[in-house]
């Protein structure tokens, strides 16, 4: 039996994912996303464009088809994985790795003005709240996916290339996370408040509570923060607002991991354990990425002990069950690696790799399929499709990896991978 190694595996799915048509047919109404669709391809093949002309070539008519469709359908106004805030984020994350950036530079300044612009609306948006005292801050704010803690750190890696046009909105970011976060009260500053409407009520990411995950939770702006005060874009508010941050975390860590959100009951000590029931051992929520964030703030604060927390989260894995799903990069064996992988736990990132090896099928039309309570799709995009396994699977072993300010995994909030990462260079798990 014949068997593939893992640079090449990267390149195989990234081949089957060349053709921008059907990306967008797959994709549907996400056809533009980072999370489903083109803007997730696109920022695979920039990364691995130094390998291969064709993955170059794909990149420029991933993004042209993108900016299309978000012309003729524009989509509704978000953050970094959706419509234009999709597509800002692949080019500032993906042209760097580019043999030859320069042709892209207007519509990275653009993306970069859009984002910046936006960033400051939410923030001027949440600040007229607190003003008129509105409780807590509605997730959607503050989140990776769709509010300030991805905007932000995407902007912190535009203005780090030199991009003037990131300083307001990275700054506009970064503040009004450290007076949430700072809020005075009772309950934290990121409560999410109760929605008003029934359909609201009925997404379990509105319960009155806050969230502690990566994804939609404080380690996200946690994550963002550190990555300012490292980046030298901090002050002693952000480093306040970290602690805090971080504080928090820790006090709620049972068992390893966290829950995914701490509600009413839990503050006053009336909830079951666990009063929540969701993951906690993926990227999204859980040991994962809140380790990730948490060594990252440990190094941006100098604290040795938060450091600590993180890596024992992280490197518990290798050894405990684990309640992820499928393969993907959000809440499957993916998502692992890319979190072991980036602060240098070589157990726990092997571990993923024999995972990721068990749900490899050469068969299936991406290699992968991505799983999500119990229902499996075959999807093209980076955070629950092929191209975020095919990115995390290059990084892992060091294909062609052009050296970049921020890498394209900071769209996940990673920290700057760690350089004593061993690469794998014996053959891969994958057979044919």
């Known amino acids: 039996m014949t068997i593939t190694a893992l ?13 921008p048509e059907s990306i967008t047919a797959e994709a549907g109404p996400a056809a533009t996303s980072l999370s489903r669709g083109l803007a997730g391809t696109a920022l695979l093949h920039a990364r691995l464009s130094a390998t291969d002309l064709r993955f170059q070539k794909a990149a420029d008519l991933h993004w042209a088809r993108a900016a299309q469709i978000n012309t003729s359908h524009p989509q509704r106004v978000g953050g970094i994985f959706n419509g234009v805030g999709a597509l800002a984020a692949s080019l500032i994350l993906g042209t760097p790795y580019l043999p030859d950036p320069e042709p892209y530079r207007r519509p990275v300044q653009r993306g970069v003005g859009w984002l910046s612009a936006r960033a400051t609306a939410i923030a001027a948006w949440q600040r007229d709240r607190r003003d008129a ?14 509010g300030l803690s991805g905007i932000g750190r995407v902007l912190l890696a535009a203005a780090q290339a030199g991009q003037g046009r990131a300083e307001p909105g990275m700054l ?15 309950r934290p500053g990121w409560w999410r408040p109760t929605p008003r409407s029934s359909a609201a009520l009925a997404d379990p990411h509105n319960r009155d509570a806050a969230n502690t995950g990566l994804a939609h939770g404080i380690a996200g702006p946690l994550a963002f923060l550190a990555a300012c005060q490292l980046a030298g874009r901090g002050d002693d508010a952000t480093a306040d607002a970290m602690r805090a941050a971080a504080r928090w975390l820790l006090a709620w860590r049972a068992e390893g991991s966290w829950p995914p959100q701490i509600t009413a009951d839990d503050l006053a000590g009336t909830a079951s354990t666990p009063s929540t029931r969701g993951r906690r051992d993926a990227w999204c929520y859980g040991a994962p990425g809140i380790g990730a964030a948490l060594i990252a703030a440990g190094e941006a604060l100098q604290d040795p002990d938060l450091t600590q927390v993180g890596h024992s989260a992280i ?47 050469p068969a299936l039309p991406f290699a992968f399929q991505h799983r999500d309570h119990g229902q499996a799709t075959d999807e093209p995009g980076l955070l629950v499709g092929a191209a975020g396994i095919a990115l995390t699977l290059a990084d892992r072993s060091g294909l062609a990896d052009r050296q970049v300010t921020t890498p394209w995994s900071a769209a996940l909030l990673m920290p700057t991978p760690c350089p004593s990462q061993p690469v794998l260079t014996t053959e891969g798990r994958f057979p044919r």
Do not use: F, K
């Open 7 to 19: 640079p090449n595996l990267a390149a195989a799915i990234a081949e089957r994912l060349l053709d």
């Open 133 to 146: 005292g509105e409780p807590g801050t509605p997730w959607q704010t503050y989140d990776l996916i769709n």
């Open 172 to 186: 506009a970011a970064r503040d009004s996370l450290t007076a949430m976060i700072n809020m005075d009260g009772g």
């Open 315 to 361: 490197a518990a894995l290798s050894t405990r069950a684990w309640d992820t799903e499928g393969p993907t990069l959000c809440h499957g064996s993916a998502g692992v690696l890319l979190c072991a992988q980036t602060i240098g736990n070589t157990a726990t990132a092997r571990r993923a790799d024999d995972a990721l090896a068990d749900q490899y099928d």
